[in-house]
């Protein structure tokens, strides 16, 4: 494997069915141009979308960078965005050099990249569940300020989880059960 992690996704898509994309940034650095000004790594397009105005020099010194590219946020299939609560990136990678221009990650680099992202996308999610509940709570008690929205798996979730919790409490009083007092 090599040391860009945008090549790993369609292996992270095999393991992670929810995963659809991954956004990645360069953290920021300063790069000399020839006009003796400097430019900051976040403006670059490290997506290759638009042209860069850059020597070929540059451009091979900031896809050397790739290695350096961490992940913020996660899409799933329905467009929605999770941000990962903290940085995604490639630790201190060990790397074989195999010839002058070919870099591998060592398999215990890229092991760790991906326990990274289970780590990363199950306490992120769980984040966002307990917002979630928070948000619920909130308004059951007139007290919703929130205007965020959340991905429908959690949504779908966490009223899952208040129905059962209604359904136990209504079993335990004994009470009629109707379908009107679980909406």
Known sequence: ?????RLYLPYVRQLFQSVEQIQFHLPE????????QTINSATIDVYGKKKLNFSFCFFQF??????????MSIKN??????????????????VDTVGLN???????????????????LKYSLAKLTFEYFDKKIDEQFGRNNSTSTFPLQIVLLVQHILFIVKLQKQIQSKANLTIQNFK
Do not use: C
């Open 1 to 5: 494997m090599g040391l860009d992690p």
């Open 29 to 36: 650095l300063n790069f000399p141009t020839t006009n003796n």
């Open 62 to 71: 900031v896809v050397r960078l790739a290695y350096r590219l961490e992940g």
């Open 77 to 94: 299939h329905l467009n929605e965005e999770i941000n990962l609560i903290s940085k995604l990136k490639l630790l201190l990678p060990k």
């Open 102 to 120: 070919t870099h591998l990650i060592s398999p215990e680099s890229l092991t760790k990249w991906f326990q990274s992202l289970d780590y990363l």
